[in-house]
Nanobody
Framework: QVQLVESGGGLVQAGGSLRLSCTAS????????MGWFRQPPGRGGGFLHG????????YYADSVKGRFTISRDNAKNTVFLQMNSLKPEDAAVYYC???????????????????????WGQGTQATVSS
């Protein structure tokens, strides 16, 4: 069983920033593609950002490109989501997720779907005031 624990949520003014962290258990973290989602999904849907195990590929939703950035530190079993220029509509619960299995089919949008991920954190709340 893989456990994911998010942190870094909180209250921020519109235009401000938050840095979310997600730390995973296990010794095979570097093999997992990791993703960030939010509920409610907002204009761009629930998917926000993804990153492959090595960090060599990233995936992003058009709605947050240029504002949000994903990164990872495999030595610390941690993935990050840097969120800048936050808007009131970004207020949501943010979840990290891990895909521990190889893709079941080949698609350039495979990791945009929650179906690609088999482990989920409990979420961290972000509130954006206007």
């Amino acid at each position: 069983q893989v456990q994911l624990v998010e942190s870094g949520g909180g209250l921020v003014q519109a235009g401000g920033s938050l840095r979310l962290s997600c730390t995973a258990s296990g010794r095979t973290f570097s093999s997992y593609t990791m993703g960030w989602f939010r509920q409610p999904p907002g204009r761009g849907g629930g998917f926000l950002h993804g990153i492959t195990g090595s960090g060599g590929r990233t995936y992003y939703a058009d709605s947050v490109k240029g504002r949000f950035t994903i990164s990872r530190d495999n030595a610390k079993n941690t993935v990050f989501l840097q969120m800048n220029s936050l808007k009131p509509e970004d207020a949501a619960v943010y979840y990290c997720a891990a895909a521990s299995s190889p893709p079941t089919y080949y698609s350039n949008i495979y990791y945009y779907s929650p179906q690609a991920y088999n482990y989920w954190g409990q979420g961290t709340q972000a509130t954006v005031s206007s």
